[in-house]
Nanobody, 125 residues
Framework: QVQLVESGGGLVQAGGSLRLSCAAS????????MGWFRQAPGKEHEFVAA????????YYTDSMEGRFMISRDTAKNTVYLQMNSLKPEDTAVYYC??????????????????WGQGTQVTVSS
């Protein structure tokens, strides 16, 4: 059974940084893509970042590229999301997700079939 557990969320001032972690079990992340999504109150899930199964390719939403960085540690079977220069509009619950090895569209949440419980990120102004 695949389980994803996020951690690292919290309250931070605008301009600050946080690093989210997603520890996977039941699946070796070096064989599967991993993604981060977020959901703000009253809004749909929004794609944040993803990394391909090989780790070679990384994908970001345009507004976050340059501020956010996805990485992984295959020895720890953990994926990270480093978030810098945080803004109040980044406030959301952040979810880690994984799907089949080959995903046509990393930005579509429908392509991911395992999700974590989410971790809250709150950015104060």
């Amino acid at each position: 059974q695949v389980q994803l557990v996020e951690s690292g969320g919290g309250l931070v001032q605008a301009g600050g940084s946080l690093r989210l972690s997603c520890a996977a079990s039941g699946r070796t992340i070096s064989n599967y893509p991993m993604g981060w999504f977020r959901q703000a109150p009253g809004k749909e899930h929004e794609f944040v970042a993803a990394i391909s199964w090989s780790g070679t390719n990384k994908y970001y939403t345009d507004s976050m590229e340059g501020r956010f960085m996805i990485s992984r540690d295959t020895a720890k079977n953990t994926v990270y999301l480093q978030m810098n220069s945080l803004k109040p509009e980044d406030t959301a619950v952040y979810y880690c997700a994984t799907g089949p090895q080959f995903i046509l569209n990393y930005r579509s949440k429908g392509n991911y079939n395992y999700w974590g419980q989410g971790t809250q990120v709150t950015v104060s102004s």
